[in-house]
């Protein structure tokens, strides 16, 4: 570059990847020279966001401002250079670009289309860069998901303290015989085995000594195979599956182990190396090393997590370029986070996005080696926790700054009455599904005065789902946008200079509400229906559960009984005992898993894994079914929650303490005999397998944050780790139960359940076998009854018997005389009732002991049913009524006139209702009989 403001301007660019209308636009206020920061306006969403410089573009810039001087208030910094002074263009600085372009800079088409790491050795500054760094990076995995992130501690990647780790000596510019020689001379264990290696290293070396560079390190850099998805078996450039392509990623293996490479994450993710955790342990014959992996043997999980805390560890080491010693919470954390975001985490899809290193964090924990400060696992330091009511308003990007400060001002206020779940939902109701659907339609909106097309659009929109389906809880943010406005106005009387500018019509109208108790009433009816269809299959869910537990826990017994390879025969069914080899291996008996093949179907079936599961599937489902829990208050039962109570007549009761959950009060339940063998059985299996029941801490799903140690009774290993159950792994279980009852039973493919319909067919169950509704509250947990009753939904069986139960006790306070029976003379009138009943056209239906009111007229008689056979007697009728109307026509018999046509009506109402029932007849109204 010939000049001070050119090199200013390339530096600044190459930092910060900026656009070129950002960086044009920069002001003097826009420095911070004391953090290394320019403020631009983004070209995105016209917002003033920070970039980074380097210590050395602001060195360039503070030359060029002191050679050039200051600009003007409100005048951009870079200016030309030549005749009047005025504000750099784009096509100036594109030409100052090329002029300093030299004959060998690879040539673009467009000067801000080169990233700053690829802007070609002519361009590239001099001193530490922040390039890495992207405000337009593609969006990974982990910052998508809005539950996990890296919070507790920053990911930093590690430095080592005293240099690489050198296992068999300097070898970074040994000779290719030097180092084949050591590795030789370190893993050959025969000479078949030495001549395998020297075949693999040797043209390894060889392909890559062809390649610039002082280093074997800078040679593979040179090589490009630091790059996601190069292998080295490109080198020879034969065929990719061939034996030398293998060797040649052998040979890659044995230099990332012997640390003769340090490759990139994706490089080295981009090899498959089986056995790379031996070498690497071989190799390095670091105790600290051994000592982990002791430890993590030791640990009760499965041999895949073995082999992932193995392998972990070992990758991360080779990946950094340290020793476990220099491995801190925020490089393993930075490994974990980057494995994610790139989709390369061991064992596990990439569209998972899943940590890597999690079986590895509470190892170290336990050795020592983190600090006492770290978190006590990997989730615990991923968990993102409670956001602030800012961060969670940002996260719907408003477009008005002004109407985003009220949003989050309002919400904050609002804060300290509801709890985080109740928070969230207030701004997704007023932001997400009114604010943001506004803007759609108003861009410019700058207040809460809405025209009515605007609110016409957004009440059409909220109707519908974004999938295009009907939105059926429509009324939660109809609710929460009038509870604003109405909030406004009265904030508004008490402080008019903070609240006075935003108070405005409402655009909820009472129209919008008239149907509010309808939608009610339909919700309650769906929930109704819901009962109606699970309080018939519950009780053969139950079952199966039950006899699944049974079964699997007798085969279990069974296969502990016989010794390995031997067979065994339960219900008719022969069974073989089988193992592993790692089974066979693990040093403590006890946590091997039992095995064994059906001889009939040739399946191999993991016993212990298979009633484990079954087991839990079975004590989630009968808590739920006899205690009626919320979903959350089963997972916070802990051994605490048990007590006992001694009554005045030495009888002792079993409770069970519900935690304050949804109402903040705390209750407690009477456990009947079924409830106490379920939370006995837990309490067993936990004291089998630990001599307790252990503690552990539960994070919740809905408050974010994180319990104290408690033993909770729900509780799983996962990956060595305890941890108490979420609402999530109950449901999965759950649902597990169902999937495999709807091979037998269909009906199960149509039914999803939720923790509600249990806690309502609880509810059911309890009024209407006679239990007081307001004691039902109170062992619901509901402050209100009126909540209870929506909850209990009445059978027609129910409605029958309690009908039945209500006369019957209204007869016995009746007196007795009035159940006299009958006298003949009496029974004999009764019947001539009915008897008289029978008439011409059909039959009376005026009750019993009552006189004819219309003497007799039938015809026009309310009370008469007519009979379809008698049709042509009606026409007989009608013709002789017409012939006496022509008679009283002819004499003027004005009054006859009047009551021939209105028998006429008669007569033509019942045989039009006549013809309906002969054309119809009966309907059957498909009314259910009621059981004895």
Request: hydrophobic residues 35%.
């Amino acid at each position: 570059m010939r000049c001070t403001r050119d090199r200013a301007l390339l530096c600044c660019y190459v930092d910060s990847g900026a656009r070129a209308s950002e960086l044009l636009g920069l002001l003097l206020s826009d420095i911070d020279w004391q953090k290394g920061q320019l403020w631009v306006i983004s070209k995105g969403n016209r917002e003033r966001q920070p970039i980074p410089v380097s210590p050395t573009g602001l060195a360039y810039l503070a030359a060029y401002l002191e050679e050039a001087g200051l600009p003007e208030d409100g005048q951009p910094i870079w200016r030309s250079r030549r005749g009047e002074v005025r504000p750099l263009t784009y096509w100036a600085a594109r030409r100052s670009r090329r002029r300093g372009r030299s004959s060998t800079t690879p040539r673009t088409s467009r000067w801000y289309s080169v990233p700053g790491s690829q802007a070609g050795t002519s361009a590239r500054v001099q001193g530490p860069t922040t390039s890495r760094v992207r405000r337009h990076e593609r969006v990974t995995h982990y910052d998508r998901d809005f539950s996990f992130a890296p919070t507790a501690i920053q990911p930093v990647a590690p430095t080592p303290s005293k240099g690489p780790p050198r296992p068999l000596g300097d070898l970074s510019q040994a000779s290719a015989e030097e180092i084949v020689t050591v590795v030789c001379r370190k893993f050959a264990t025969s000479p078949r085995n030495e001549k395998y290696l020297r075949s693999s290293l040797c043209p390894f070396l060889g392909h890559l000594s062809r390649f610039p560079g002082q280093t074997w390190q800078e040679r593979w850099a040179a090589a490009g195979l630091q790059q996601r998805g190069r292998q080295a078996a490109e080198l020879h450039g034969g065929k990719p599956g061939g034996t030398q392509a293998k060797r040649l990623n052998t040979a890659a293996g044995y230099a990332f182990a012997v640390r003769l490479i340090q490759p990139s994450l994706l490089a080295f993710r981009s090899y498959a190396f089986p056995q790379y955790t031996d070498v690497f342990r071989e190799a390095a014959q670091d105790r600290l090393l051994e000592t982990f992996i002791e430890r993590s043997d030791a640990r009760s999980m499965a041999q895949k997590s073995h082999r992932q805390s193995r392998y972990d560890i070992c990758a991360a080491l080779t990946v950094y370029g340290i020793e476990l010693a220099d491995l801190t919470p925020e490089g393993l954390l930075h490994y974990a986070t980057e494995c994610r975001k790139h989709g390369v985490t061991l064992g596990e899809h990439p569209a998972d996005g899943c940590f890597a290193g999690t079986k590895c964090w509470p190892v170290l924990v336990e050795m020592g080696h983190f600090p006492e400060s770290a978190p006590c696992s990997m989730r615990s330091a991923v968990v993102r926790g409670q956001r602030s009511v800012a961060e969670l308003v940002d996260r719907h990007k408003i477009r008005n700054h002004d109407i985003r400060d009220l949003f989050v001002d309002y919400i904050a206020r609002r804060r300290v009455e509801v709890d985080y779940s109740t928070l969230q939902s207030l701004v997704h109701n007023l932001v997400r599904l009114f604010w943001k659907v506004i803007e759609e339609v108003r861009p410019e909106q700058a207040d809460l005065r809405l025209d009515e097309d605007a609110i016409a659009h957004w009440k059409e929109r909220l109707a519908v789902r974004p999938d295009g389906k009907p939105r059926l809880h429509v009324d939660a943010p109809v609710m929460a946008v009038r509870a604003l406005y109405l909030d406004i106005h009265t904030w508004a009387a008490a402080e008019p200079e903070r609240w006075g500018q935003w108070s405005a019509p409402c655009p909820v109208r009472d129209a919008d509400l008239r149907w509010f108790h309808v939608r009610r009433r339909r919700v309650q009816e769906r929930m109704a229906n819901r009962t109606r269809e699970r309080q018939p299959v519950l009780p053969v869910l139950s079952q199966h559960v039950n006899d699944q537990w049974h079964q699997q826990r007798k085969l279990l017994e069974a296969a502990r009984g016989v010794g390995l390879g031997e067979a065994f025969t339960l219900d008719g069914v022969t069974w073989q005992r089988a193992a592993s080899r790692s089974d066979l291996t693990r040093t403590d008996p006890a946590t091997t898993p039992v095995r064994a093949i059906n001889r009939e179907t040739g399946k191999l079936v993991e016993l212990s894994h298979t009633e484990n599961q079954v087991f839990w599937q079975w004590a989630i489902v009968e808590t739920l079914r006899l205690a009626g829990l919320r979903a959350e208050e089963l997972t916070e039962l802990t051994h605490l929650s048990v007590r006992n109570y001694q009554r005045p007549n030495g009888e002792v009761v079993a409770l069970l303490v519900i935690s304050p959950s949804r109402t903040d009060r705390e209750r407690v339940i009477p456990m009947s005999g079924e409830l106490f063998h379920v939370i006995a059985q837990i309490i067993r299996r936990h004291f089998n397998t630990h001599g307790t029941v252990p503690v552990c801490t539960r994070y919740d799903l809905h408050e974010k944050v994180w319990s104290e140690p408690l033993p909770y009774l729900f509780q799983v290993r996962f990956g060595g780790e305890l941890r108490a159950m979420s609402t999530t792994t109950m449901w999965r279980m759950i649902r597990r139960a169902t999937d495999s009852l709807a091979v037998t039973h269909p009906q199960f493919e149509e039914i999803k359940w939720s923790s509600h319909d249990f806690r309502r067919l609880y509810a059911t169950e309890l009024v209407n076998n006679g239990l007081p509704i307001h004691i039902g509250a109170a062992l619901l947990g509901h402050l209100n009854l009126q909540t209870t009753r929506g909850y209990v939904v009445v059978f027609n069986d129910d409605v029958v018997k309690h009908y039945q139960h209500f006369l019957d006790r209204r007869r016995a306070k009746r007196p007795e005389n009035e159940y006299r029976k009958p006298t003949e003379q009496e029974w004999s009138e009764f019947n001539e009732h009915f008897d008289k009943r029978r008439v011409e056209l059909g039959s009376c239906g005026r009750p019993y002991g009552t006189p004819c009111a219309h003497e007799h007229a039938c015809i026009r008689c309310p009370m008469l049913t007519l009979n379809p056979k008698m049709l042509p007697r009606l026409d007989e009728l009608e013709e002789d009524l017409l012939a006496r109307r022509e008679r009283a026509t002819t004499e003027d018999w004005r009054g006859e006139i009047e009551g021939i046509d209105l028998t006429l009506s008669f007569l033509r109402s019942k045989r039009q209702q006549a013809q309906r029932f002969e054309r119809h007849g009966p309907v059957p109204l498909g009314i259910p009989s009621v059981p004895s």
